[in-house]
């Protein structure tokens, strides 16, 4: 295996140089000077910090806005939160996704040269985890021809999202089979499970594969082709079989130390803050609830009272907002920056998902479980993550009650699962493009006709450099166009 496979990650349409953005992580990756062949432990860390900084930023700058999060303030015109979703917005996921994917590729061939189980079973849970976030943000994208350059193949041909699904729902069922719990990792200690015995380390991995094969089954709940509801329903009533995540403890949350290289995605953390103003709809459905979260995300807003400036609790901008910044007489509540000084948390697929699949499962009269008990573990485990208490009265306090409770709805189940996915790369988009929850006002200055985009754009690269097979993706899917609908939302 030659180095340079490591250095460069040929992407979908030609070869692209990368930048140096997880500093020691890709420097000891792809040093030449230093390694000739790679370990599957080598390339693991990488891998995993490299996605879930990543999916970190894009969730501040993309998922936030148009799921009405955050917005940026002042915003005259234009903006994802206004449905302005241009060109090149998927540039950035395009070209990190691929770059990592080839990554894990590696990994897994490294994995077969020696046989391991456990680094296969990884590798194809993270390759899982990418392709259905990349697919999801695009549809139809290369797979099976994507990453082999060093083959000759330059110019890969695009597979369906059907065919995407369908393999790596398969490489999660066999990836299951393969964890040896007894043998656990002996190519070092990973940094997504760093702490925990070999053995332990080893099943939860295996709890990710299956809690992520859970979320991916129920992504396809519109879709008869694949019989996903039955299969869930399997995965749910046999955990012995499909161990998923019972704790935090257990979830795939990245613990970003601070200690190089495992930094914050966030190289000054006002950045995060600036220009930057919590939405109307995220914070007020907070403050109906009295929830914990609301000082652990935004700070309190503020206005002037004579000559003095003062708190006026949590209040945020509506989204998609006409006329000028004037019309708001006070600032609004704006992003928490402790969130992004390390130590801090980077979720990938939190626990509190997991009982909220069950609770929808559950509601929906598919599963033979309790929705309300799964629905109430979902909401505590979603605050305790941020290392937060849910108030004992949560769910019976007769001043939150109305909007806390469980009351058998679909509704009341995706709006707390929306709180769940703060931070988490693009789920909170996806889930509102497979259910149309939460309800999301619709402010006066939305553009698309006030439609929510539902995938990006490729990369005007991809059309100008692998036109043949990009025409045939287009004309299979039926436009490139914001609002051409994945193959799962139809």
């Not at 943000?137 to 990453?147: I, N, Y």
């Amino acid at each position: 295996m030659k180095s340079k496979n490591i250095i460069f990650a040929m992407l979908a349409t030609a070869t692209v140089s990368f930048s140096a953005c997880t500093k020691e992580f890709e420097e000891t990756n792809t040093d030449p000077n230093r390694l000739e062949k790679v370990s599957p432990g080598t390339l693991l860390n990488p891998s995993i910090y490299g996605l879930a900084a990543f999916n970190m930023e894009r969730n501040a700058d993309f998922t936030m806005h148009i799921m009405q999060v955050g917005l940026p303030f002042p915003s005259v015109s234009g903006g994802i939160h206004r449905y302005d979703v241009g060109e090149n917005t998927g540039n950035s996921t395009w070209n990190t996704y691929y770059k990592w994917l080839k990554n894990i590729a590696e990994m897994k061939g490294a994995a077969d040269a020696v046989a391991d189980p456990n680094y296969q079973a990884i590798a194809m849970t993270l390759n899982a985890w990418g392709y259905s976030i990349l697919s999801d943000c695009f549809g139809d994208v290369p797979m099976s021809e994507a990453g082999r350059g060093d083959e000759g193949i330059l110019y890969p041909a695009f597979n369906t999202q059907q065919e995407i699904y369908t393999k790596i729902l398969a490489d999660l069922e066999t990836a299951n089979s393969l964890f040896d719990t007894q043998k656990g990792l002996i190519y070092g200690t990973d940094i997504l499970y760093a702490g925990s015995d070999a053995a332990n380390a080893v099943f939860r991995w295996k709890k990710f594969c299956n809690s992520l094969h859970m979320r991916l089954l129920l992504r396809l709940s519109k879709r008869s082709e694949l019989n996903t509801l039955s299969k869930l329903k399997a995965m749910i009533e046999d955990p012995v079989k499909y161990p998923v995540f019972v704790s935090n403890a257990d979830a795939a949350v990245l613990t970003i130390s601070g200690a190089e290289p495992n930094i914050s995605p966030w190289g000054r953390a006002i950045d995060f803050r600036n220009a930057r103003a919590g939405a109307d709809f995220f914070i007020e459905n907070l403050n109906r609830f009295k929830d914990p979260r609301l000082p652990k995300f935004f700070t309190e807003a503020t206005e002037k009272q004579g000559s003095a400036t003062v708190n006026v609790g949590y209040k945020g901008i509506p989204s998609a907002y006409s006329g000028p910044e004037s019309q708001f007489k006070f600032q609004p509540s704006t992003y928490n920056t402790d969130l992004v000084i390390a130590p801090m948390i980077a979720p990938m697929l939190p626990y509190a998902e997991v009982e909220f699949i069950k609770a929808e499962m559950a509601q929906r009269g598919l599963v033979q479980i309790s929705a309300q008990e799964c629905f109430e573990k979902g909401v505590k485990a979603a605050i305790e993550m941020w290392g937060l208490t849910i108030p004992a009265d949560y769910f019976s306090n007769p001043a939150t009650a109305p909007y806390t409770a469980y009351d058998g709805t679909l509704q009341r189940v995706m709006l707390q699962k929306y709180y769940a996915l703060y931070f988490v790369d693009y789920q909170q988009w996806f889930e509102y493009r497979r259910t149309g929850l939460p309800e999301l006002p619709k402010g006066p200055g939305l553009m698309n006709n006030g439609v929510m985009p539902v995938r990006f754009r490729y990369p005007v690269s991809v059309a100008t450099s692998n036109t043949a097979n990009y025409n045939k993706a287009v004309e299979a899917m039926g436009a490139d166009d914001i609002n051409t609908k994945v193959w799962w939302e139809k």
